[in-house]
T-cell receptor, first 115, second 111 residues
Framework: DAGVIQSPRHEVTEMGQEVTLRCKPI?????LFWYRQTMMRGLELLIY????????DSGMPEDRFSAKMPNASFSTLKIQPSEPRDSAVYFC?????????????FGPGTRLTVT | QKEVEQNSGPLSVPEGAIASLNCTYS??????FFWYRQYSGKSPELIMS????GDKEDGRFTAQLNKASQYVSLLIRDSQPSDSATYLC???????????FGKGTKLSVIP
């Protein structure tokens, strides 16, 4: 299996621009998680989905952030408009049924820099 | 609010020594616990999971869980330079598949 796939791997954009991050979970996994990692705050959960339905978005920092999962194999995290404080590494993770569901497998991440 | 605390480090040990990483958590109902390893510039990788009190061994790694004291530890025996990484402790909530991560302990194994 290819593992969790994320794109792009690096994104540099100017303040005010829209940014879209993409994630393809491991085939058969029914939970998908979006995290943000910074030196100051560590790894923070932003939102997670079960069977394409958002379950908890309480970690989304503000209305500028939105996430969708139109089907079982694709999810997006969008920031509009972006700000310099959004600079971080964004990870997508997935987990699968039939095993402890809290074992999560991470994608390689997207390093976002907003100038 | 669930809290997961790790010894801040950085932790330096000589090659061949035992590295001991500790984690305490505030949520008494947590049933499972995870250790992730994260190399610099890479994503977290699950290396150990433990669900019952006591020890769980996997190669050079041993996870220890004490639910009464609300701590979980990771021992790395015969530490190697390739073990140099940040180790993250993660705890889910009861009935939830969300994980709360500690801030991590950076381990350096000195050749």
């Amino acid at each position: 299996d290819a593992g969790v796939i994320q794109s792009p791997r690096h994104e540099v954009t100017e303040m005010g621009q829209e940014v879209t991050l993409r994630c393809k979970p491991i085939s058969g996994h029914d939970y998908l998680f979006w995290y943000r990692q910074t030196m100051m705050r560590g790894l923070e959960l932003l939102i997670y989905f079960n069977n394409n339905v958002p379950i908890d978005d309480s970690g989304m920092p503000e209305d500028r952030f939105s996430a969708k999962m139109p089907n079982a194999s694709f999810s997006t995290l969008k920031i509009q408009p972006s700000e310099p404080r959004d600079s971080a590494v964004y990870f997508c993770a997935s987990s699968f049924p039939g095993q402890p569901r809290d074992e999560q497998y991470f994608g390689p991440g997207t390093r976002l820099t907003v100038t | 609010q669930k809290e997961v605390e790790q010894n801040s480090g950085p932790l330096s040990v000589p090659e061949g020594a035992i590295a001991s990483l500790n984690c305490t958590y505030s949520d008494r109902v947590s049933q499972s616990f995870f250790w992730y390893r994260q190399y610099s510039g890479k994503s977290p990788e699950l290396i150990m999971s433990i669900y019952s009190n006591g020890d769980k061994e996997d190669g050079r790694f041993t996870a220890q869980l004490n639910k009464a004291s609300q701590y979980v530890s990771l021992l790395i025996r015969d530490s190697q330079p390739s073990d140099s990484a940040t180790y993250l402790c993660a705890v889910p909530g009861a009935g939830s598949y969300q994980l709360t991560f500690g801030k991590g302990t950076k381990l350096s194994v000195i050749p």
